[in-house]
């Protein structure tokens, strides 16, 4: 039962995987023998299905050539809209509130330049210090082109530790002079999930529009952003959604905002039915889709649809159960098994607060990273000293993250980090 309380034992292992009602989408997924992958955060593995649709997709194109727009399996011209549409259920929205479309950082960009109206004293962005680094250069950007002062127009509130951000601390500070909110749903390095929901309520008692860039919870935790009354929200697909290395991620946009024109438009915004009218000047689309700007990387979304499929099929929910009995028995053997070798756990121990990854904290972090590798275990390293670990619900067994804690054990144990530099890699 997953909700028994998690034992610090191989037992309690042995016994959740046989129980694991999502056992059986391991299968779907290339893992490889003798691996255990931690790193579903930052670029989540290949299933067969995501392989499939891509193929497919090449298919068509050597089948259809320039038809393959509107023929073939996976007709491209309505591909962004179609996944927009599977993805809606996983954030909360109805299927026109969601594209999927961009980078994260792009989505971001487009979403600051439409909705980002500095008037009277109201001129400032509000964010966080612990907000992953491409958001900010984004917002000083933003900041920039309007001719504002990048530093001094960006507010970020801080963090009394480096690990966590304080709601409370947050909502004193969306004061008169903020005009629009920027902040993470899950903090990338220690993994804290904050209360969007409540967040949401006070940015709008106090008018200010909010967004969330959801990138480490996209996939891994459910949200309700129409419930909540969420302005925007972008991430990656990635990540917890499985969709390839430079998959396209989405974008959500209130229906109350529906019909706001792109701050940056392009063609691909368009009314569907209006697009090839070829007019000299844009007629949105009255959906998400607006927030399109040019073509769509379809080769790279084509995966989407079968790594999308998985997620459905599975249930946003149960995936969301799973994780946290994967995390909450990771830190139960982390306190037990590593207790004396000078670690630190960095990620809240309260379920409602945390995402889908474990930071755990060491002076020696890059190095152990390194020798965790090389035992084939793959986590990263977040500098100066985070090991971040993600098991990863639709393919990782609790019996993995024993294995894992075991030969963290056996290295430490061993001091056999001391073999390699305590630095870290060009890509970490
Ligand atoms: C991974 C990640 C990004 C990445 O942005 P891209 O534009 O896809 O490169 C942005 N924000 C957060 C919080 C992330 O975790």
């Known amino acids: 039962m997953f909700d028994e309380a998690a034992e610090p034992t191989l037992a309690y292992a042995e016994r959740q995987d046989r129980a694991d009602g999502l056992a059986r989408f391991r299968e779907a997924f290339y893992l490889k023998p003798g691996t255990v992958y931690m790193d579903g955060n930052s670029l989540g593995l290949l299933s067969k299905p995501a392989e499939r649709t891509f193929l497919e997709a090449l298919e068509d194109w050597k089948e259809y050539g320039i038809d393959g727009w509107t023929r073939g399996r996976h007709p491209w011209f309505a591909l962004s809209e179609r996944l927009g549409g599977m993805m809606a259920g996983l954030v909360g929205a109805d299927a026109d509130e969601v594209i999927v479309t961009g980078s994260a950082t792009v989505n971001l960009h487009q979403l600051v330049a439409t909705f980002y109206r500095p008037h009277g004293a109201r001129t400032k962005l509000l964010a966080d210090e612990l907000n992953f680094p491409s958001d900010l250069y984004a917002l000083q950007s933003q900041l920039a082109v309007r001719g504002f002062d990048p530093d001094g127009s960006l507010v970020c509130v801080k963090s009394p530790d480096g690990r966590f951000l304080d709601e409370d601390a947050i909502i004193e500070a969306m004061t008169e002079e903020i005009a629009l909110i920027v902040l993470p749903s899950v903090l990338y390095r220690s993994g804290q999930l904050l209360d969007m929901e409540r967040l949401t309520a006070d940015a709008r008692r106090r008018g200010i529009p909010i967004g969330f860039d959801c990138c480490h919870s996209v996939g891994a935790v459910p949200h309700a952003f129409d419930a909540w009354g969420v302005d925007f929200a972008f991430w990656c697909s990635y990540k917890h959604l ?91 053997l982390i306190g037990q098994e590593l207790a004396g070798f000078g670690f630190r756990i ?64 056996d290295i430490m144990e061993k001091q056999a980090f001391k073999a390699y530099p305590n630095e870290r890699d060009i890509v970490a």
Request: aromatic content about 6%; proline content about 6%.
């Open 242 to 332: 499985n969709g390839g290395p430079g998959c396209p991620g989405g974008l959500y946009v209130n229906r109350r905002h529906l019909g706001t024109r792109p701050g940056l438009a392009g063609w691909f915004g368009s009314r569907k039915d209006r697009q090839f009218d070829m007019a000299s000047s844009l007629t949105p689309a009255e959906s998400a889709g607006a927030y399109q700007i040019g073509t769509p990387h379809v080769l790279s979304l084509a995966p989407l649809i079968g790594a999308l499929g998985l997620v459905g099929e599975a249930g946003i929910e149960a995936i969301r159960r799973k994780s946290l009995g994967l995390t909450r028995y990771l830190m139960g």
């Open 346 to 409: 960095g990620s809240p121990v309260e379920d409602a607060r945390r995402g889908g990854h474990v930071g755990l904290e060491h002076d020696e972090a890059a190095r152990i990273c390194k020798a965790l590798k090389e035992r084939g275990n793959v986590p990263d390293f977040r500098a100066p000293n985070m090991i971040r670990l993600a098991p990863a619900a639709l393919y990782t067994s609790y019996r993995e993250v024993w294995d894992v804690v075991q030969v963290l054990r």
